[in-house]
């Protein structure tokens, strides 16, 4: 038995030293008296206490000094009926069980911080992203109205145009104002879902027939894939699918080219789940942007985004309410290929 061992335990520790301390204390007694029954006597009595007293005052100072690390690591105060308890029903926990607790908390703590930097991150990005968002709309109505205040109300070649465009900006401010609001709502779990059965399909049309004038300006072909003509019952808020198709849909649409195709394909995964997907043949998404797509105002060509239009929210609100449905959604894209984004539904129960 080592006394370099690590893992050594009090009662051990108190064991070594009191045999040790046993045989100086016996070899002294022997020096000075005869009788081996005294001695003998002596020598129990001296490794029974030294023992006993070892080993109460290592347990006393190891504990004391767990008491002071589990200070640090738990953020809960004990009252004084748990303190008893922990103190003197449950048994003490080994050097072993507390190295395997600070363990725990020290990886609980890591995965903390790198959480943290990650969240900092992202509420530097958004907050950046917003002020972005914002900037544009902002400063071009108040070019319009200085304008107007400046004299242009009074000349009829530019009040009635500038008038429109100002409006065109407090209406994105507007609409952005809503998605924000939206997504705030879903998140929080204040928004409900009020599911219902409905034909995937027979709202594929629905949504098709609404967006069909924008396609056609760009003289885009809005099909359905060959192999996907099952109209299958879907259980989900009709309204709120109905808003993810629309943004899926009217995205393909901003960001194909002229005279493209886009197609939605509806496939059964199992008894329980089909997916819808919305491709185009458009220009793709580089695969180092495909991981944020979903994020709030992530936009993979600003400049262009910018002249296309919108609120950068729109795939932020589509990844929220599919996960409100406690459904998932993807990405699948390639340049000078297209892309494809999906997301699952639940089917209704089959009898």
Known sequence: MSLLNKNISPSKLAFINAVVLTIIIGSITLIFHDDWIAVITITLAVFISAFLLIK??????IYRKFKLIYKFIYDTKATKREEFFYENIVPQKSIEEVSE???K???AKRNEIALLRQNEKFRKDFLMNLAHELKTPIFTTQGYIDTLLSGGLHDPAINERFLRNATKGIDRLVQLTKDLDEISKLESGEMAINYSVFKILDLVNEVYDELSLKAQ????QLTYKKDSYSNFAVLADKSKIRQVLVNLVENAIKYSNNGGTITVGVYEIDE?????EVSDDGPGIASEHLNRIFERFYRVDRGRSRDIGGTGLGLAIVKHIVEAHRQTVTVRSKENVGSSFGFTLATPQRE
């Open 217 to 220: 300006e760009k003289n885009i």
């Open 105 to 107: 908390w020290g990886n």
């Open 101 to 103: 607790d600070v363990l």
């Open 56 to 61: 109460k005052s290592v347990e006393i100072f």
């Open 272 to 276: 329980e789940k089909v997916l819808l």
